[in-house]
């Protein structure tokens, strides 16, 4: 998994830097004011899955989070830190495919 690097957006405003997203998967600061800042730049939609981090109790599941980014759209995805932060701090992000996917962290 490849570490994105939280941008922060200040008063000038910012343009992100994207990388490519990883096909293992990648991990960001979860910390309810960071972002990811996916681009999905393929004909097709891409699933975008943030894995659960919460611990179930008897009866109760607990699902990752998915959303799904349409052929050529661009979303930001806000994880809430209760349930997604791992015990670094970071949420750990997977996607259903990665060619010409880019992604960014960005801190609002």
Request: charged share 15%.
């Amino acid at each position: 998994m490849a570490a994105l690097v939280a941008q922060q957006v200040d008063a000038d405003g910012l343009k992100p830097v994207f990388a490519a997203a990883t096909a293992l998967g990648d991990t960001m600061p979860c910390d309810g004011h960071t972002a990811l800042f996916v681009v999905n730049g393929s004909g097709a939609g891409r699933t975008i899955t943030i894995a659960s981090q919460a611990v179930a109790r008897p009866g109760l599941v607990v699902d990752d989070l998915e959303v799904v980014i349409p052929a050529g759209e661009s979303w930001l995805i806000l994880p809430d830190p209760v349930g997604f932060a791992n015990e670094n701090g970071q949420a750990e992000i997977t996607y259903s495919a990665v060619a010409t996917t880019t992604v960014a962290a960005v801190r609002i």
